[in-house]
């Protein structure tokens, strides 16, 4: 009886263990959320949402970066409208290049609430990426109300104009010595606008005085911040772009960068 008694607590126990090890399995798991509220754009075709999602899998889409998330343990989220709780199931929340009127004829705007929220969010160990776009292709308004609380404001201008097929018009060569650019001898970076930066906020990329990509630190969390939706499928790989372009790679360091910050959460 003692043994059987010995033998029953072993597996109670074995069980408190295994359970305990595939929760933190899962609270391990970070989980990716990318906006579909401040970027809702529909294909007229299909009627369907696309540009800078997960699920496009065309030159528009987000399809290839998702792939490195996943490749990392990650997992991958699409987001209505923010809120504290929509925001609480994530660990970073990546928001690109909200709509324009051009692009929807009812924008949904970053409210002054949701700023608020994000910012909180942020400040209790969120990971933020913010991926504008140039002027006049990205809602600068409201979508600046969210980035000064972070002490970054994109300017409403267009940098690195690039002519048909001269990629090289849009090339980054000086890259600085930060993690984004390990690896990575040359970017593409086609229509982009510039960051102004104050407070705690510091340039990860600065061009003829033009700070193209910055970060924050800020409370417990992260921000980062380029004006340009940047890594979409059409510029990731070589495609389109010369084999010298290292944006895969610089991807790659993006999305390790992030995954770096949200697991310290």
Same mark, same amino acid.
């Given at each position: 009886?003692?043994?059987?008694?010995?033998?029953?607590?072993?597996?109670?126990?074995?069980?408190?263990?295994?359970?305990?090890?595939?929760?933190?399995?899962?609270?391990?798991?970070?989980?990716?959320?990318?906006?579909?509220?401040?970027?809702?754009?529909?294909? %007229?075709?299909? *009627?369907?949402?696309?540009?800078?999602?997960?699920?496009?899998?065309?030159?528009?889409?987000?399809?290839?970066? *998702?792939?490195?998330?996943?490749?990392?343990? %990650?997992?991958?989220?699409?987001?209505?409208?923010?809120?504290?709780?929509?925001?609480?199931?994530?660990?970073?929340?990546?928001?690109?290049?909200?709509?324009?009127?051009?692009?929807?004829? +009812?924008?949904?705007?970053?409210?002054?609430?949701?700023?608020?929220?994000?910012?909180?969010?942020?400040?209790?160990?969120?990971?933020?990426?913010?991926?504008?776009?140039?002027?006049?292709?990205?809602?600068?308004?409201?979508?600046?109300?969210?980035?000064?609380?972070?002490?970054?404001?994109?300017?409403?201008?267009?940098?690195?104009?690039?002519?048909?097929?001269?990629?090289?018009?849009?090339?980054?060569?000086?890259?600085?010595?930060?993690?984004?650019?390990?690896?990575?001898?040359?970017?593409?970076?086609?229509?982009? +606008?510039?960051?102004?930066?104050?407070?705690?906020?510091?340039?990860?990329?600065?061009?003829?005085?033009?700070?193209?990509?910055?970060?924050?630190?800020?409370?417990?969390?992260?921000?980062? %911040?380029? *004006?340009?939706?940047?890594?979409?499928?059409?510029?990731?790989?070589?495609?389109?772009?010369?084999?010298?372009?290292?944006?895969?790679?610089?991807?790659?360091?993006?999305?390790?960068?992030?995954?770096?910050?949200?697991?310290?959460?």
């Amino acid at each position: 009886m003692k043994t059987r008694r010995t033998f029953k607590s072993f597996l109670i126990l074995l069980v408190i263990i295994s359970s305990g090890f595939v929760a933190r399995t899962c609270q391990a798991q970070p989980v990716v959320g990318l906006d579909n509220w401040y970027n809702r754009e529909i294909n %007229a075709k299909t *009627g369907m949402p696309f540009h800078y999602l997960w699920t496009d899998t065309a030159f528009s889409g987000y399809s290839r970066w *998702g792939k490195i998330f996943t490749s990392r343990g %990650a997992k991958l989220s699409t987001l209505e409208k923010p809120d504290a709780n929509v925001l609480s199931k994530v660990n970073i929340y990546i928001i690109v290049d909200p709509d324009t009127t051009t692009e929807s004829k +009812s924008p949904n705007y970053v409210m002054p609430e949701e700023a608020k929220i994000i910012e909180q969010w942020v400040k209790n160990g969120g990971v933020l990426a913010l991926l504008g776009n140039d002027a006049p292709n990205c809602e600068f308004t409201h979508f600046n109300q969210l980035a000064t609380q972070f002490g970054m404001y994109f300017n409403h201008v267009t940098l690195h104009p690039v002519t048909g097929t001269n990629f090289e018009m849009g090339a980054s060569k000086n890259l600085p010595d930060h993690p984004l650019f390990k690896g990575v001898s040359k970017i593409y970076l086609k229509e982009i +606008s510039s960051i102004s930066l104050k407070g705690e906020a510091k340039p990860i990329l600065v061009e003829n005085g033009n700070v193209l990509i910055a970060e924050c630190k800020y409370g417990k969390g992260y921000v980062f %911040a380029i *004006g340009d939706p940047w890594i979409y499928n059409e510029y990731m790989d070589h495609d389109r772009l010369p084999a010298s372009f290292d944006n895969r790679k610089a991807a790659e360091n993006l999305t390790d960068l992030l995954l770096s910050y949200a697991k310290k959460k």
